[in-house]
Nanobody
């Protein structure tokens, strides 16, 4: 059974940093893209960042480029999202997701992902 478990969320002041983790288990993710999405109250879930598990290629939303960094640790089967220079508009529930590669699906569309975590709340105060 595939499980994605996020952790590391919490309250932080604007300008601060947080590091989110996503522990993946239940299968081999070598042929997967791992993504982070977020959903703010009253808004649709949006793409934040993604990484190819095997090759390490990364993608970012324009709103977080230069502030957030996605990475993975193969030995720990964990994906990270380092968030710096946080802004109040970064407040959201952050979700980890996994997408099987080779199907031609878009990386930025949440419906294109196969597995999801339960989410972790990030609250940035001004």
């Amino acid at each position: 059974q595939v499980q994605l478990v996020e952790s590391g969320g919490g309250p932080v002041q604007a300008g601060g940093s947080l590091s989110l983790s996503c522990a993946a288990s239940g299968r081999t993710f070598a042929n997967y893209r791992m993504g982070w999405f977020r959903q703010a109250p009253g808004k649709e879930r949006e793409f934040v960042a993604a990484i190819i598990w095997a090759g390490g290629g990364t993608l970012y939303a324009n709103s977080v480029k230069g502030r957030f960094t996605i990475s993975r640790d193969n030995a720990e089967n964990t994906v990270y999202l380092q968030m710096n220079s946080l802004k109040p508009e970064d407040t959201a529930v952050y979700y980890c997701a996994a997408q099987r590669l080779g199907t031609g699906r878009a990386y930025g569309r949440d419906s294109a992902y196969d597995y999801w975590g339960q989410g972790t709340q990030v609250t940035v105060s001004s």
